[in-house]
């Protein structure tokens, strides 16, 4: 169970209501000289929009991470290549790594956030680029973003102590914070359209299909 809760806002200067959609025919052309707002590059976005439009193919991505285990409860995630927009990138010049551990508690050496703290990490990371890119879109100077997340486990579940009790998070509850010159109103659909755009949340309140190998 996910339960939303939109805690603070600043009243503003009402914005326009232009949807990532309509981006090519709103505030956003095709030009030389990029529009930037919350330092987002909004020509690039509508060219990237209008480019789907035209292709829809190049909106298929497939994202990758490896892990090793690194003794203990430790272990590191790397993450570099992707195939996306018709093609394997290679703008990453470097490889990005990913700490993992568990508290002491939990027989760990707390070098590092778990994977269930990740996870959390990640909703809100997706949350935030669901919510600014529309807001940039439409004009929306955003001061400040802030998501609060946070999920009850039952160890019963994962140690298979209790039947009934499932090993992952049994609820999860996500606190937003914002600061920009729009009424409460729009700072309000712009939530409802990061909660129902972002591909994280999508992927942990929807059943996804899973395939596990040992190889």
């Given at each position: 169970?996910?339960?939303?809760?939109?805690?603070?806002y600043r009243?503003?200067?009402?914005?326009?209501a232009i949807?990532?959609?309509?981006?090519?025919?709103?505030?956003?052309t095709?030009?030389?000289?990029a529009?930037?707002e919350?330092?987002?590059?909004?020509?690039?976005m509508?060219n990237?929009?209008e480019a789907?439009?035209?292709t829809?193919?190049?909106?298929k991505?497939?994202?990758?991470?490896?892990?090793?285990w690194g003794?203990?409860?430790?272990?590191?995630a790397?993450?570099?290549?992707f195939?996306?927009a018709?093609?394997e990138?290679t703008?990453?010049?470097e490889t990005?790594?990913l700490?993992?551990?568990e508290?002491?508690?939990?027989?760990?050496?707390?070098?590092?956030?778990?994977a269930a703290?990740?996870l959390?990490?990640?909703l809100?990371g997706?949350?935030t680029?669901?919510f600014?890119?529309?807001?940039?879109?439409?004009?929306?100077?955003?001061?400040?973003?802030?998501?609060?997340?946070d999920?009850?486990?039952d160890?019963?579940?994962f140690?298979?102590?209790?039947e009934g009790?499932?090993p992952?998070f049994?609820n999860i509850?996500?606190r937003a914070?914002?600061?920009a010159d729009?009424?409460?109103?729009?700072?309000?659909e712009?939530f409802?359209?990061?909660v129902?755009?972002?591909a994280?949340?999508d992927t942990?309140?929807?059943?996804?299909?899973v395939s596990?190998?040992l190889v």
């Open positions: 169970m996910l339960r939303l809760l939109f805690v603070d009243r503003g200067i009402p914005a326009p949807s990532l959609r309509d981006l090519d025919s709103g505030m956003a095709k030009t030389n000289v529009q930037m919350n330092g987002i590059n909004i020509t690039q509508t990237t929009i789907i439009k035209a829809p193919s190049l909106a991505f497939n994202f990758r991470s490896s892990s090793r003794g203990g409860s430790k272990s590191k790397y993450v570099k290549s195939y996306g018709g093609q990138d703008s990453r010049k990005f790594t700490d993992g551990d508290p002491a508690v939990l027989l760990g050496a707390n070098t590092a956030p778990n703290e990740a959390l990490s990640a809100a997706c949350l680029v669901s600014i890119l529309p807001a940039s879109a439409q004009g929306i100077k955003v001061d400040s973003l802030e998501f609060n997340i999920g009850n486990v160890l019963q579940g140690l298979q102590l209790q009790i499932r992952g049994q509850r996500v914070s914002v600061k729009a009424s409460r109103q729009k700072i309000q712009l409802d359209h990061a129902k755009t972002s994280v949340m942990i309140r929807n059943p996804v299909p596990v190998e």
